[in-house]
């Protein structure tokens, strides 16, 4: 049998939007796909373009980029729906919008109104490179290095970990420009290609085989300093952590562990 979800939502316009998802809404449309695809270890690209196109992708932020002008609370449900279909575009949705949170929330004007309509509609995919393989919670000690050159930060060091890893279509990387342990953060916005950035090979999991994750190098990357945000990594290095809790617990407290429960029958089926 399934689970009948009383919803707690901030407005009608939600109500209306989430409370009842038609049979061919984008969450669902992905579901036939899924074990085909897991089996595969494919990256679902098709599956964000869809849900780009639907305007699941943007549904926090400001519509003057495109975004949907909804409350965080709109957004969790429909990553729950997204992650009950399939987890592991459940977590790739999840990271890209951590990513466009850092350059909604830091960026200057031109980088905003440059990157973020890409991000929201689907055209871009992101990745969050803030874990190293001896820094994951501990952000302080992040090791990778941008040291500025004239116009330029020339970055060392390696990211451990990386959703959409060699997949993105660009990488939010926090790099320390200072020794400083606590303002010696900065974010910087990457795009795939740039010379001196690699990746590793897909680390093999139990589950969640189409979240590609993989390490990312950094060796010589030359970075221009106005993708830099100077003094929003360290803040959003720890609210990425925070995110990272914050829809766990607003699950709990409205519904119990209804995603978690999906989340492990999907992996139950996929083999692991």
Known sequence: MGTTVDRLLPTE??????????????????????????ERAEFPA????????SGLLSLPFEERYGGGGQPYEVYLQVIEEIA????????????????????????????????????????????????????????????????REGEEYVVKGTKQWISNGSCADYYILFARTSEDPKRGLSAFVVPDGVEGMSFGA???KMGLHCDVTTQVLFDGARIPAAQADRRGGRRHAGRALRARR?????????HGHRPGRAGLRGAVRQGA
Do not use: F
């Not at 009842?20 to 897991?38: F, G, H, I, N, T």
């Not at 098709?46 to 196109?53: H, I, K, S, T, V």
């Not at 914050?246 to 409205?254: E, F, K, L, N, Q």
């Open 13 to 38: 316009e939600a109500e209306g939007a989430c409370s009842a998802w038609p049979v061919r809404s984008p969450p669902r449309r992905l579901a036939p796909q899924v074990a085909a695809a897991e």
């Open 46 to 53: 098709e599956a964000y373009r869809l849900l780009g196109r």
């Open 84 to 147: 009950t279909a399939w987890p592991s575009v459940g977590v790739g949705t999840s990271v890209h919008a951590l990513t466009a949170t850092v350059v909604a929330a830091n960026a200057s004007d031109a980088v905003r109104e440059e990157w973020l309509p890409k991000m929201l509609s689907g055209d871009w995919l992101g990745a969050y490179c803030l874990s190293e393989p001896q820094a994951g919670s501990d952000v302080s000690g992040i090791r990778t290095a941008a040291v």
């Open 202 to 204: 897909p680390e093999k």
């Open 246 to 254: 914050r829809p766990a617990r607003d699950r709990r407290r409205r």
